[in-house]
């Protein structure tokens, strides 16, 4: 019973590495994906952008493409 | 962006600069997973003049006369704001002398090769620039010979060196 917060502490340890695995190859994935389907990300991820985050005056211009 | 690009590339036919490519953040998209950016950087090597700023105007001049906008430090070219930049040291001459050529939806565009985006990325070390290095070694096909050679040719050696052993040593 003892060495039983030691295996919790490991497997969270190991779940925790997978989910990090996951991540790297979802994003190596990701990296993959013909440039048109990234083009039609970046414009979500710009709609995003300009919805959470205020424009300051004089900042470099900041638009969804109109494409 | 198609559209865009065919009016870049009509612009490199009609002599308005010898050699461009795309680069910045949407290079960066053509080796790695999509990233939040806004304009499109096009490097130029403009025709020879003695003056630089001056040999940027007969570009800008067309696009106006074309009725494409200037706003703030862009030009909007059918819906997308570009930004033309002209080289300005040798390591983005080489780079874009050394484009490779890309396709977007069947329109053939030139865009800078991944390890000519690290270095410059290095080179210019914002904080946006350090992360988009790590995502490019995490994600790109780099060729580490071919970095190595650029990086040695420009002097940027010990900034790799040194920013490899901040971010990935433990």
Do not use: C
């Not at chain 1, 190859?25 to 990234?38: G, M, N, R, T, Y």
Request: charge should be positive; avoid cysteine.
């Amino acid at each position: 019973m003892k060495d039983k917060p030691n295996k919790i502490k490991e497997s969270a340890a190991d779940y925790a590495a997978k989910i990090f695995t996951s991540k790297k190859d979802f994003h190596k994935e990701q990296a993959k994906l013909p440039i048109e389907e990234k083009i039609k990300i970046l414009i979500e991820l710009q709609k995003i952008v300009l919805k959470t985050q205020k424009q300051e005056p004089g900042e470099r211009l900041r638009q969804v493409w109109k494409i | 962006m198609k559209k865009t690009l065919q009016i870049i590339d009509r612009m490199h036919k009609e002599g308005l600069f010898k050699k461009y490519a795309i680069g910045g953040g949407i290079a960066s998209l053509f080796y790695i997973e999509p990233i939040a950016t806004f304009d499109l950087d096009i490097f130029v090597v403009l025709p020879e003049s003695e003056e630089v700023l001056l040999s940027l105007s007969p570009l800008y001049d067309w696009l106006r006369e074309k009725k494409y906008k200037l706003v703030k430090e862009h030009i909007v070219i059918e819906g997308i704001p570009v930004q033309f930049i002209p080289v300005y040291n040798e390591l983005v001459k080489e780079a874009v002398l050394k484009a490779v050529r890309k396709k977007y939806e069947g329109i053939s565009t030139f865009v800078l090769k991944p390890e000519y985006l690290m270095a410059i990325m290095l080179d210019t070390n914002r904080a946006k620039d350090r992360e988009r290095i790590i995502k490019m070694s995490d994600e790109a096909e780099i060729s580490a010979d071919v970095l190595k050679k650029i990086l040695t040719a420009h002097g940027l050696i010990t900034a790799y060196n040194d920013f490899i052993k901040k971010f990935y040593e433990r």
